[in-house]
């Protein structure tokens, strides 16, 4: 096999990718393209019209490359990149690849002391930013004991973009194998400080193969629209590896996704494949219900990040005619691995297996639980991380034997689809019963008053634990007794009667991740 490629074998029940033994996973995403002749074909068009061929970006990427080599970085070293989505997003991510460096995409939403403890908790050598974020990544630096070699904005005056014009457009790829280290992603955070998961050069690779091109159909016509931002593993595949794969197209946007915006981008560019969370699906519903926007480019939609309720599901498919498929992924397994299929729905499940991942479900004490029945669900692939870094504890407790505990608890039905039941330590014992704080919320959001709610458990007058809810209104003028009254008659109406909520608080919002995970911990913190 020649070098830097790699081949899928084509056997369904035990898919596997065989990689060449000198494996950089930049030539087969970026450099590919150009061997394949579509040089002039439109990879990336931002939000603002700005469009980069794959001639471009692959010249961009050496370029990159080589100043990230000329500015005294060694091989392995680690850069942090608090980039919006745009084309230098790409630049520098396989450009660090490219040439023997580890990129670390950073969550852009985050303040100075979130920047200041990853900067020293990665041992980082380098740090490049967007604009937008200077305040913020420079107030950093003052925060952090060593400040690393390399900062740079990525535009304006001594910045990359200046830079990358004045550097070499020749690269060649830094020797690596399918199982290097090649980039982190650090976890969303919705049960506490963020984790570093160590990705490999391969696993991008099998994401992209497994989940987008045979489970969700990913073409070279199609052109796909994250909401999810890149720097979520979720986005990163969205809006950038999956249509590098294919040989397609995405368009990027840089700014705050509401439902005002991302349908503004839909109907301005048209994308085919359209990628958002459950919270902003809700949100875009709340929009439909008084203004119609054209969707009718898009063939299918996709959610992640936290389970979509089925409810969301049937109204969204109500309104628009079109299909969402709900699935599983995680920052540590990099992308989807139990998908809804555009053939196969099941509404208020996380659906079926993707190819190339196993899982199984298991109780307190480590054995296999029964079909129906809920525990600890634990995937492996292909794609997940080698290990935490600077985290060895975490690590052992949750990669283990190859298995990767996913802290979720699910149950699979006797057709094959999995259940969500909430993460493992926001499930509750009500009454000596295990209950799941998914369930009640997706019973309140079937609603018409409610747009979102989180349950948490909360001790009563006895010390014994009984579900709260925390409810976000369509119309927050409806806030009040009566409607609690309602909520409590709704629950206890719709589930068994020891599941019904004992406390409902109206909020203007829930605390959550940027990828839209609902932060319960933060919820339990109010309570405590």
């Not at 990359?160 to 399918?178: E, F, G, Q, R």
Request: glycine share 8%.
């Amino acid at each position: 096999m020649m070098d830097h490629t790699c081949r899928i074998e084509a056997s369904k029940q035990n898919p596997v990718v065989q990689f060449a033994d000198n494996f950089n996973v930049a030539v087969p995403f970026i450099d590919r393209h150009l061997r394949e002749g579509r040089g002039d074909k439109t990879m990336l068009t931002t939000a603002t019209g700005d469009t980069v061929n794959y001639a471009q970006l692959a010249d961009a990427v050496n370029r990159c490359g080589n100043v990230l080599l000329q500015s005294g970085l060694s091989r392995g070293d680690r850069v942090l990149m608090m980039i919006k989505d745009c084309p230098a997003f790409l630049y520098v991510f396989w450009g660090a690849i490219k040439a023997g460096f580890i990129p670390v995409p950073i969550n852009t939403l985050l303040r100075a002391h979130d920047y200041a403890y990853m900067i020293e908790d990665s041992d980082c050598r380098g740090v490049i930013y967007s604009p937008e974020f200077a305040d913020d990544v420079e107030q950093a630096l003052t925060l952090v004991s060593t400040t690393p070699d390399v900062v740079l904005p990525t535009e304006g005056e001594a910045a990359l973009d200046n830079l990358i014009n004045k550097a070499s457009s020749t690269l060649d790829p830094a020797p690596a194998t399918a199982t290097d280290e090649c980039f982190w992603l650090y976890s969303s955070g919705s049960t506490g400080r963020p984790k570093g998961a160590v990705h490999l050069h391969r696993d991008m690779v099998i994401t992209s193969q497994f989940y987008g091109v045979e489970t969700l159909g990913v073409t070279e016509q199609d052109c796909c629209f994250s909401a999810a931002k890149l720097f979520f593993a979720y986005g990163l595949g969205n809006g950038m590896t999956f249509p590098l794969w294919v040989g397609g197209s995405a368009v990027l946007y840089g700014g705050r996704p509401t439902p005002d915006a991302t349908f503004e981008v839909i109907e301005k560019y048209r994308p085919s494949l359209y990628f958002g969370v459950p919270t902003l699906y809700a949100a875009q519903l709340q929009v439909l219900e008084s203004s119609h926007h054209d969707l009718s480019s898009i063939r299918y939609c996709v959610s992640a990040g936290e389970a979509l309720p089925a409810d969301v599901y049937k109204r969204w498919k109500q309104q628009t005619g079109l299909k969402i498929l709900d699935g599983i992924g995680s920052t540590e397994a990099l992308h989807i691995f139990i998908s809804n299929r555009p053939d196969d729905i099941k509404p208020g499940t996380s659906g079926r297996m993707v190819h190339g991942y196993e899982a199984k479900i298991i109780d307190e004490q480590g054995a296999p639980v029964a079909i129906g029945e809920g525990g600890r669900l634990l995937i492996r692939g292909d794609s997940t991380a080698k290990y935490y870094w600077n985290n060895p504890q975490k690590t052992a407790s949750t990669m283990v034997d190859g298995w990767l505990d996913t802290g979720d608890t699910y149950f699979e039905d006797e057709e094959g689809y999995y259940h969500y039941c909430g993460r493992n330590d926001d499930m509750l014992k009500v009454g000596g019963i295990w209950c799941s704080p998914f369930e009640i919320e997706a019973c309140l959001i079937e609603h018409p008053k409610v747009l979102e709610a989180a349950i948490i458990g909360r001790k009563d007058t006895n010390d014994l634990i009984k579900p709260a809810a925390y409810i976000v209104l369509n119309h927050p003028e409806d806030a009040g007794e009566a409607l609690q009254r309602e909520l409590h008659d709704h629950c206890r109406a719709g589930m068994a009667h020891y599941k019904y909520p004992r406390w409902f608080t109206f909020v203007a919002e829930l605390p959550k991740t940027a990828t839209g995970k609902i932060q319960r911990f933060k919820l339990r913190e109010l309570c405590s």
